[in-house]
T-cell receptor, first 112, second 113 residues
């Protein structure tokens, strides 16, 4: 089973770019990499998903190197409302063997 | 499109009791998974149901059980509650295809006294 490791916490200032890295050394061939954001007392919310190289959407970018043993979530120009916990999830949802194992999460605090 | 709905949102039980939590997935979603979230253990996967069948199971004791109905709605039950079962219980639905996005509800916060 893929195990993910993330920094426990990070601080940033408004307007800066934030990069959160997730290590997943034993990622399997069929595994996707997905990032979720969670605010207090709410369920996690999907941010972005990728398999290899780079994926970009309206809120974030996901960088995955060729060996896929790590990934980096990039949040451009963060604001106070981006203060949340960010989870990296590695696996292939609905594959029948996927265990939906979330990492411990990275608590991002955005300062004014 | 309505999101994932979990009921009840808050509940208090005493040790030894049992509890049933409900989850209504997004219309058309066939997969429902359940998670326990605590400050100490983080987000832990309980089980996943797809088309009324349990497809995956996490490492929780048999006191934790679930089921899914033909309309994809799901329930989870915890019997003989322990203090350590106090947690936020989250459910998520997805269309069911491999690699799909999980859509989470707001959770049911259980307090066991």
């Amino acid at each position: 089973l893929a195990k993910t490791t993330q920094p426990i916490s990070m601080d940033s200032y408004e307007g800066q770019e934030v990069n959160i890295t997730c290590s997943h050394n034993n990622i399997a061939t069929n595994d996707y990499i997905t990032w979720y954001q969670q605010f207090p007392s709410q369920g996690p919310r999907f941010i972005i998903q990728g398999y290899k190289t780079k994926v970009t959407n309206e809120v974030a970018s996901l960088f995955i190197p060729a060996d896929r043993k790590s990934s980096t979530l990039s949040l451009p120009r963060v604001s106070l409302s981006d203060t949340a916990v960010y989870y990296c999830l590695v696996g292939a949802p609905s594959s029948g063997t996927y265990k939906y194992i979330f990492g411990t999460g990275t608590r991002l605090k955005v300062l004014a | 499109k309505a999101g994932v709905t979990q009921t009840p949102r808050y509940l208090i039980k005493t040790r030894g009791q049992q509890v049933t939590l409900s989850c209504s997935p997004i219309s058309g979603h066939r997969s429902v998974s359940w998670y326990q979230q605590t400050p100490g253990q983080g987000l832990q996967f309980l089980f996943e149901y797809f088309s009324e069948t349990q497809r995956n199971k996490g490492n929780f004791p048999g006191r934790f059980s679930g089921r899914q109905f033909s309309n994809s709605r799901s329930e989870m039950n915890v019997s003989t509650l322990e203090l350590g079962d106090s947690a936020l219980y989250l459910c998520a639905s997805s269309p069911g295809q491999v690699g799909g996005e999980l859509f989470f509800g707001e959770g049911s916060r259980l307090t066991v006294l």
